[in-house]
């Protein structure tokens, strides 16, 4: 107990300051913070696999955050027919064409020596293709969006329960960093980081503008949910009788019957929406704790300690008979996976999918400052990470205004300078977090949580 005492206190903090969150704003955005700040654990988690594991730089977070929201859509939306009858089955030849593209390459490449003959059969098997896919897409692509383009436009999902889309987002990440890995993973460090980061951008703008799959910019509302929803709750009666009984004391301070009444309908709308979150909240705890239970049994398990010793030399690694490859290779598409997950949760919480905001900032370079605060190679310590600076990241403005109002108070309503530090509350976000992050740094250079070697 005691070499955990470091994490005991530094979750006793995050969790007191999520209380008075709720006691001095609302329950509901302490419950919205402590939502996110479980999905960001989620993805430090597939982060801190990849480095703190096995040493591998990953800036493509934010490509595999959009698969796993993909995934949602996909499996939950209920298929939309008439898309369906006008190009969907044109839609699926070209998948085939795609793979078969894909068999023919690896046919070639496996059975015919480096010389301008296999070189001309690729090109030829390229072109062939990218026609093929031009002329049997194009007509049908047209066809799908033009289907109700203002609810629809596109080719719907298989109308299955939403929680399964979670595991398929984790296999649509895994395969697509299966083949990255596969071309991309016997770059340098920085390379690396940089082929992950553009294939990102790639698969961000692929789903940004392929209509037909999942609306691009147009965004996907009303998502399947595991919870209830709030204005089912607000007209349910054991769940009125529940906040009556919870506000009885409250609710007889008051004597007229229509305020009474009104009073408890309020109380029945905001309890509503914190029953919401708690739930959503307990979905998302269950799926950090396991994670986090495989992950530490894994970290110093054999193969836990013959990833570090591959982080650490990869020439000793080898050197033993370690296929450093091979390893990599599976780190890699674990965490990615694990990202994948989380990119399905987030999209189930907010109920609806917006490909417009993946950006880097928020969904790669966001992920890597709370791995490096909680403590890369420590899963308590990215976990932590993520409620650290996803707090901080929400909590920023608020806080800010908070002090700008209190230094601008002599300051008339009027001054320039007082509305303007008012407006841009909402950016020292930007300053918090890259201050903590130099704090973090300068005396804690390995996180808050550093990673520990146990033996045994």
Known sequence: MKQYSNVIAAYSIMIILIILVGVFQSWSIALTI?????ISAVMTMGANIQWGYAGLINFGIMGYTALGGLAVVLVSV????????????NMMICIGIIVAMIYSIRYVLKKIDKSKKRNYLIASIIIIGLLLLRIISTPAIESIESVEPAKTGYLGGLGMPVLFSWIVGAFFAGGLAYVIGKIALGLRADYLAIATLLIAEIIVSIIKHEEWLARGVKNVIGLKRPAPYEIDLQTTPWFINLVEKFHSAKLELINSVTERQDALNQLVIDASSVYVKLCFAGMFLIVVIILLIVTQ???YSPWGRK???IRDNEEAASAMG?????????????GSAIVGIAGAMMVTNDGLFTPGSYRPMRYTFVIWVMVIVGGTGNNFGAILGGFVVWFLWVEAA???LFFINLFTSHLPETNEVKIHLINSASYFRFLMVGIGLLIIMRYRPRGILPEKIIKQ
């Open 398 to 400: 608020p806080i800010a």
């Open 307 to 309: 990833m570090r010793a």
């Open 34 to 38: 402590l939502n996110y700040c479980l």
């Open 322 to 334: 370690k296929n450093v490859v091979k390893e990599h290779l599976l780190i890699f598409v674990l």
């Open 297 to 299: 049994k894994a970290l």
């Open 78 to 89: 209920a298929p939309v027919e008439e898309a369906w009858r006008l190009g969907g089955l």
